[in-house]
């Protein structure tokens, strides 16, 4: 299996596993990614040019799943969804050697850009566990801060 297959694999995993399993924090978490990166395959240069310049789609699509993951983080009653932010923010700056060095390697280039994004899957496949464990010892598990305006 190859590493895009398994990328993907997880990604659908996670996804089913989050989407049943998980509260409204986890499943909009869920709809970030998938958007995310269908936008980023979109954007993506479509040349054998891809990942030899500076990827403006692929940067913007990051750039709105982290405005996106902050609106999360900002009114879910997570902790998870802090870390996703804090990846996020990593995988937004990691175009930024392109910019100092262009030279840099494609391949380089490629695997800073897409390395973030395994552990914030990892991360959201545990936010949905402990999800289910605070359910099972609580009875229930709080989606939203007090301070939220999202609907409860």
Known sequence: MGRIEFFFSLLIVVCVYSTIKGGAPERRAVIIFIV?????MIAATL??????????????????????FVGLALHA????????????VIQVLS????????ELL???????AAFW???????LAIGT?????????????RSWSDFSSLPK
Not at 77 to 88: F, G
Not at 95 to 102: D, S, V
Not at 117 to 123: G, S
């Open 36 to 40: 995310g990166i269908a936008l980023s």
């Open 47 to 68: 040349s054998n040019l891809r990942f030899t310049q500076l990827e403006i789609g692929i940067l913007t699509s990051d750039m709105a799943m982290l405005a996106a």
């Open 77 to 88: 009653e997570r902790y998870w969804t802090l870390w996703l932010c804090s990846m996020q």
């Open 95 to 102: 175009h930024i050697p392109l910019m100092i060095i262009p």
């Open 106 to 112: 494609p391949q380089a280039y490629y695997v800073i």
């Open 117 to 123: 994004a395994y552990p914030m899957l990892i991360v």
């Open 129 to 141: 566990y402990r999800h289910q464990q605070r359910l099972r010892q609580f009875g229930a598990d």
